[in-house]
């Protein structure tokens, strides 16, 4: 790609490495496309979110925990009353069912939809999106659900705003270390069921060893499926990070719905993963392994393949991945340098236009396009649930597939098309005036005579946005 004023590339830039354009963004990225990638990249607070009125995690488990507790005391207030005689139904005075007031939105629901709001809100204002791009790449790695519990619902939301944005662009490890010691981490995986089979609790308490948080750190977070580890170093591992929990209403240490270590919980000893021995006493041995893995070479091709296949192409250039692969490893787990090493590639800037947008990058390209900012989540709730990828709500900790295979079946690309037509409704601007915006030089002569000939300005918004010009980046 040619260094300099570039109108194609403004397009690619917004596109594929940020969340599509608003009206004037091609401009602005078009004299010098790269550049206006980089310049976000290197802001160190691009991808911060302020919490403003947003608890942080106890505070949030801390309303669960009172929630359930008030729950609970009046199923026993009820169930310890005399039964009494139902009242009866409320009526209009034209004799009609009167209608029922809304119930109260739970504490999930409140933080939820609170957390959803500030994120979309931010994906709207983003410059390219770069940053954006990032912070959901990181989330979706470091996968948890929301549908597990109550717990996760209010935790994913402050996982990603106070563990990762953060981190997003740091060395690996500080990324790493920080969201397998969240609490909506080890609440999603068991951790804080796991207890170390000699520890001073495990050897009473009747508790045992859980293997899921260990497993998944080798298998998803770090060296990949094929890193080379075996079900011995998984089980040493879950051992090493054994005490690794959260804080409970009742706990005698830490704060109530915080990250805590809880020392008689913790496997003693010397452990073995991966050929070393870890000599470390309490959580510094977890962490002593972490940073081996952070910086291990299987880690890294793994995370060069995952981040090049996501921006760039479902199968990237193997010599672009290799790139990446050194790159993390020369400046040991550096983020912020191996995605500015993406950017500088030719090979990521090829002119075709291969990956689908996902969902999520359609639903928000989507509103950027228009200028739609709606008060509440529900408009990009909806449809991300209906194309198949509800906000923090994977099938499992693997996260959402990042291939176009995964959301281009026929019942999907219908679904697109109904959801297109509804963005379209949302707009004011005229249809080549958006295609301008969104497009420019590289709209098509087909996708343009086809919305010059559409028989309404909805439909050929509609048109627009199934067009391969916007859905593919």
């Not at 909506?184 to 293997?211: K, T």
């Not at 390209?365 to 408009?379: H, M, Q, V």
Request: aromatic share 6%.
């Amino acid at each position: 790609m040619a260094i300099g004023p570039d109108p194609k590339g403004a397009v690619r830039a917004l596109n594929r490495f940020g969340l599509g354009a608003r009206p004037g963004d091609l401009m602005l990225a078009s004299q010098d496309p790269r550049g206006f990638v980089l310049d976000e990249l290197m802001k160190t607070d691009s991808a911060l979110l302020p919490a403003g009125d947003l608890p942080t995690t106890p505070l949030a488990l801390q309303q669960v925990y009172l929630d359930n507790q008030q729950k609970k005391m009046e199923r026993e207030r009820a169930t310890a009353a005399p039964p009494t005689e139902a009242a009866p139904a409320a009526v209009t005075p034209d004799g009609k069912p009167a209608a029922q007031p809304k119930p109260e939105p739970s504490p999930e629901q409140k933080i939820f939809q609170a957390e959803a709001l500030a994120r979309f809100k931010k994906q709207l204002a983003a410059g390219c999106g770069i940053s954006e791009r990032l912070v959901a790449f990181w989330s979706n790695h470091f996968a948890v659900s929301v549908s597990k519990s109550g717990h996760l619902r209010v935790a994913a939301g402050p996982m990603e705003r106070e563990a990762i944005r953060p981190r997003a662009r740091a060395k690996f490890y500080d990324l790493l270390r920080a969201v397998e010691t969240h609490p909506a981490m080890i609440l999603f995986l068991d951790n804080q069921r796991s207890v170390g089979p000699n520890a001073p609790a495990g050897r009473f308490a009747g508790r045992g060893l859980n293997e899921n948080l260990a497993r998944e750190i080798l298998e998803l977070h770090t060296l990949g499926v094929d890193g080379g580890y075996t079900q011995t170093d998984v089980t040493e591992f879950a051992k090493v990070i054994t005490g690794w929990s959260v804080a409970e209403p009742e706990s005698e240490i830490g704060q109530p719905g915080g990250y805590v270590f809880k020392a008689n919980w913790h496997e003693p000893g010397p452990r073995v993963i991966l050929g070393k021995a870890y000599p470390q006493q309490g959580k510094d041995q977890g962490e002593a392994v972490l940073l081996d893995l952070s910086r291990g070479t299987a880690t890294a091709k793994h995370l060069a393949f995952k981040l090049a296949r996501h921006f760039v192409a479902d199968n990237p250039p193997p010599a672009l991945v290799e790139l990446l692969t050194r790159r993390f490893i020369d400046t040991e787990g550096d983020i912020g340098e191996v995605t500015r090493a993406l950017v500088l590639d030719d090979r990521a800037w090829a002119p075709e236009a291969t990956k689908l947008r996902s969902p999520l990058e359609l639903v928000v390209a989507s509103a950027r396009a228009i200028g739609f900012s709606p008060p509440e989540p529900g408009p990009f709730l909806h449809p991300l649930n209906l194309l198949g990828q509800p906000l923090w709500q994977p099938n499992g900790p693997n996260g959402f597939p990042d291939v176009t295979a995964a959301w281009a079946s026929p019942e999907a690309m219908k679904m697109r098309l109904d959801l297109s037509a509804q963005f379209a409704g949302r707009a004011h601007d005229e249809p080549l005036a958006v295609l301008e915006t969104v497009a420019g030089p590289t709209a098509s002569h087909e996708t343009r005579q086809a919305i010059e000939r559409a028989e309404s300005k909805k439909q050929a918004l509609a048109i627009l946005f199934m067009s391969p010009e916007f859905q593919r980046r």
